[in-house]
């Protein structure tokens, strides 16, 4: 059984964190049986310590451990590793009965597409960041969460949210990016980045978009214009992957 | 016969423009024959208006028609390409019969790697567009070349080139711009991108490399650097690929 650290989400959110996701829809699409730890926000240090996971890498200091979800401890072979891209690499290692996420030849090129991918949904940051502790936290959570990051940033988190004309101009940049990636994603014959084949980059796009749609509400504007771009093809993401969305308690 | 269009460099350098490097070594890895037509950089409008060549794009501004080399005329066919990646795809499909630089299913991730490509490689512009005049061009094409980047950047070429601490400093973040891809390539577990198969995104990164190791000069204190870093890789790329390096004139 492999036990899978999530973070805590306020009902009816159950989950949304888009790391997590990720190692979710790894584990479901391997069919490789698993439960989830939640664990809130301020917790994820003293927990991961205490189930004995080590940091996943530094802080943006680059002294201090920082432990992250998504862990997972694998009893059958008594692993224990940290981050969403090392997690599905150990899984195709460990289990490679199961289907590949990195099939041979495609490594390198879902390095680079993992490395970019962030930067050209970055213009979300600012309205999703501010977002997240109003809608998926509860209080104590939300205000350690608003307390990291408005030291991180150096103001007030509610200050990053665009407003007005600002918010405008922010949302025509997250529809540029959404259309550069609709031009890469374009090229694929299939419904998926490398055709019929799903790949671990697959799982990296609709990780942000199910939490964008958390986040958002599915009904908000926001969603309704993400839905409306680029031929439907996000919304269509989400449902082509439905069947690896089930969350494993 | 194919005619490639390629930008005349000053003996004795015969070529030095990376873009069309990328051409010539997907028509010599396609076995496709082939002659080269050398332009005058300034020239490349005129010349390639002449011969029935449309633009690949706008420039800068948004409204003027870019006309660029690489470009192609293909006898066989009839068709008139411009730009490295559109010339690789029309290849593809009007010579199924060749090695595909495009296979199926890689479509995508090689579009993705190429929009991102640049960007990691990005602090070498300041140090490299200030030299290519210098080296590569003859008087009345580096004056061309030196009025219409200090146009396009506002200030003198030759300002940008950092100098002292400022290149120390510019220099090491080429440094790290190759040690992220690196650490891409280094997840491949054969000799090209994709392992044991070649594929477009390798010719893309050796065309940069033969352009920086003629500007620079085989022996010069910044290809030295560049052939210790990451284990030799980049030499090694240029190696691998050598046999489709010839220029056939």
New interface residues.
């Given amino acids: 059984m492999i036990t899978l650290y999530d973070i805590t989400g306020k009902p009816p959110i159950k989950t949304g964190s888009p790391n997590v996701w990720k190692t979710r829809y790894v584990l479901n699409y391997k069919k490789l049986p698993h439960k989830t730890i939640f664990v809130e926000f301020p917790d994820i240090e003293d927990e991961l310590k205490k189930a004995g996971i080590p940091p996943s890498g530094k802080k943006p200091d680059g002294v201090t451990p920082h432990y992250t979800c998504p862990s997972i401890i694998d009893d059958a072979t008594g692993a224990v590793v940290s981050d969403s891209y090392k997690i599905a690499e150990y899984l195709d290692k460990a289990y490679p009965d199961t289907p590949k996420l990195f099939p041979?030849?495609?490594?390198?090129?879902?390095?680079?597409?993992y490395?970019?991918f962030p930067?050209v949904l970055a213009p979300l940051w600012p309205i999703v960041l501010p977002r997240v502790p109003r809608v998926v936290m509860d209080e104590r959570s939300a205000e350690h969460y608003i307390r990291m990051y408005s030291e991180r940033f150096g103001m007030p988190l509610a200050q990053m949210e665009p407003v007005g004309e600002e918010r405008v101009a922010a949302w025509a940049k997250v529809k540029a990016g959404f259309g550069?990636l609709d031009?890469?994603?374009?090229?694929?014959?299939?419904p998926f980045?490398?055709?019929?084949?799903v790949t671990f980059?697959d799982f990296v796009v609709a990780s942000t978009l199910h939490s964008l749609r958390t986040l958002f509400g599915e009904n908000s504007e926001e969603w309704r214009d993400i839905d409306g771009w680029n031929d439907g093809r996000w919304a269509g993401i989400l449902k082509n992957l439905k069947e690896y969305a089930s969350v494993e308690i």
Same sequence: chains 1, 2.
Avoid: R
């Fill in positions: 041979p030849g495609t490594e390198a090129l879902q390095a680079a597409f490395d970019h930067q550069q031009g890469w994603l374009s090229k694929s014959s299939g980045i490398m055709g019929d084949t980059v």
